[in-house]
């Protein structure tokens, strides 16, 4: 069973300073005089928590959780949007570390990154629906949907010397269409969707760029640098033509123009800048930093750093209801390495709930 914490947000101890922050939140835009962590749940069992997703068809928030190594606790966890009570479970013999979401099927993608595939899962009936599978257990890493043309893009980031892969899958036949691979090099990892403009930005781990492909023709078009060390994961903003990119051993957040891939502005968030989720709705960037255990909440208007919120011991990914009025994170627990036994983290393996 899940175990909610029952550790108040802030303690007596902490008043004072609390009512200092309320002052200065006063003074700030709506959007973030309201930021605040509300709610965390620690789901152990089954633990091991990696991706997660609002799914508007369901309702639900999804969360792939891997459990202990060598376990059968793998799932896909179903929780309810405000309680974060766990409502449903869906076991994976294979585990599951990334996770998307179709808004329009409500179908979900996970990669298998041990045995190198993608399900598709139908959270209605519980169970999987499809497989994907592509060569000798690729390494996949993230996948993301065009609900529009029904089209999944999973990067393999292909590291030990292997080449990076690109699927594209058809969510229709649960097929796989083709796979890009030329000039992606190395560990391209983060993938991040131009939908009207027919492209698809891949984050180059080891090279510090972002690279181009040009989806009609399946090839990389150009490649510039991402603004910092260890570009990991990406985001497009449509509205303004920018991308959003993390760079995880330099800890910041990159503002590059998607046009002429210039720099427009790098923002320091903290240690392992890790995932970026943008919330139109609410004006706002919001940032896991894996090392710093933390979330930043960016002004996508100013660029402007708001708030720094401590969710978990390693923040993971994040998510946002359909009103964009909260984010969802998942937050990974120490690590003891392989063949020790687990560390008793009571920040780890849970998921935070920020009011925005």
Do not use: C
């Not at 449903?88 to 099927?105: E, K």
């Not at 899958?169 to 391209?188: M, N, P, R, W």
């Not at 004006?283 to 402007?304: F, H, M, P, Q």
Request: net charge neutral; hydrophobic share 45%.
């Amino acid at each position: 069973m899940a175990r909610i914490l029952s550790t108040p947000i802030l303690s007596r101890r902490h008043a004072l300073g609390a009512m200092a922050g309320l002052f200065a939140a006063a003074h700030l835009p709506p959007a973030f005089a309201a930021a605040a962590v509300e709610q965390k749940i620690r789901l152990s069992p089954p633990g091991g928590l990696y991706e997660l997703v609002f799914n508007r068809a369901t309702g639900l928030v999804h969360v792939a959780a891997v459990g202990p190594r060598g376990g059968d606790q793998a799932a896909i966890l179903a929780l309810d949007p405000g309680t974060l009570e766990v409502k449903g479970s869906i076991p994976m013999a294979d585990p599951a570390f990334g996770l998307a979401v179709n808004d329009r099927t409500g179908l979900l993608y996970t990669t298998n990154t041990r045995t190198g595939s993608v399900s598709i899962i139908d959270p209605r009936e519980g169970r999987i629906v499809g497989s994907v599978v592509h060569g000798e257990k690729a390494h996949l890493r993230q996948a993301v949907v065009d609900p529009a043309a029904n089209r999944i893009y999973v990067s393999a980031p292909g590291f030990q010397g292997a080449p990076s892969q690109v699927w594209v899958i058809d969510g229709a036949t649960h097929k796989l269409l083709s796979v890009i691979e030329e000039g992606l090099g190395e560990a391209a990892t983060g993938l991040t969707l131009d939908a009207a403009g027919n492209r698809l930005f891949v984050t180059r781990l080891m090279a510090n760029e972002v690279a181009e492909i040009d989806l009609s023709s399946g090839k990389v078009a150009r490649s510039f640098a991402s603004g910092g060390e260890s570009a990991v994961n990406a985001a497009y903003e449509a509205a303004n033509q920018r991308l959003f990119v993390t760079n995880q051993k330099s800890g910041n957040l990159a503002v590059l123009d998607a046009t002429s891939g210039a720099v427009l502005k790098s923002i320091e968030t903290g240690a392992g800048a890790l995932s970026i989720a943008l919330n139109p709705a609410k004006g706002l960037v919001l940032i896991a930093n894996r090392g710093a255990g933390t979330v930043s909440v960016i002004d996508a208007g100013t660029l402007e750093l708001r708030n720094s919120l401590a969710t978990g011991t390693h923040p993971n990914t994040i998510a946002f209801n359909a009103e964009g009025s909260i984010a969802y994170v998942t937050n990974k627990a120490k690590s003891a390495g392989r063949g020790q036994p687990p560390i008793d983290d009571p920040n780890g393996d849970t998921v935070s709930l920020i009011r925005l």
